[in-house]
């Protein structure tokens, strides 16, 4: 008959202790990572026209599309007074800049009254009028979440 000795008892104990303790950290740290992996959700999602594209299209808050024509249309000195609305047009980027005027509750009617010409400091302009609405109301949203919860009022009863 088999009689196991006191040190494969203690490797035995030491290696089954290890085994669980491994699982049970995995599968903690597995339900603490998941919800860092969902993706952010934004206020606004981006229309397209293909159906393909809108699939792939990442889904941005009009801040963020703001941000990305105001990095891509930089104005050189100089540049400020050229028309910007055919380049827009030749670079598909327009359709984007209407729907932002659309989309957005920013009063940029002061800046641009048409999408058929504006300048660049127009532009600029109102990019940065969009931007600022929409980051004041995701800042205001998210206020609001942090507010505790109003104390509930016991009702007398009687």
Request: net charge neutral; no cysteine.
């Amino acid at each position: 008959m088999y009689k196991p000795t006191p040190l494969l008892s203690y490797f035995w104990g030491l290696f089954s202790g290890l085994i669980v303790s491994a699982f049970l950290f995995n599968s903690l740290t597995q339900t603490e990572v998941q919800p860092e992996q969902k993706p952010v959700q934004t206020a606004q999602k981006p229309t397209t026209t293909s159906p393909a594209r809108a699939a792939d299209a990442p889904v941005l808050t009009l801040a963020a599309r703001a941000e990305l024509l105001l990095k891509y249309y930089t104005i050189r000195d100089g540049a400020e007074e050229t028309n910007l609305a055919p380049l827009l047009q030749r670079n598909g980027h327009l359709v984007i800049f209407q729907q932002m005027l659309q989309q957005s509750t920013a009063d940029v009617s002061d800046l641009i009254q048409s999408t058929q010409s504006f300048t660049a400091a127009q532009f600029y302009a109102s990019l940065v009028r969009i931007k600022q609405k929409d980051e004041e109301q995701q800042a205001k949203a998210q206020l609001e979440l942090l507010k505790p919860a109003p104390p509930a009022t016991a009702v007398p009863q009687g």
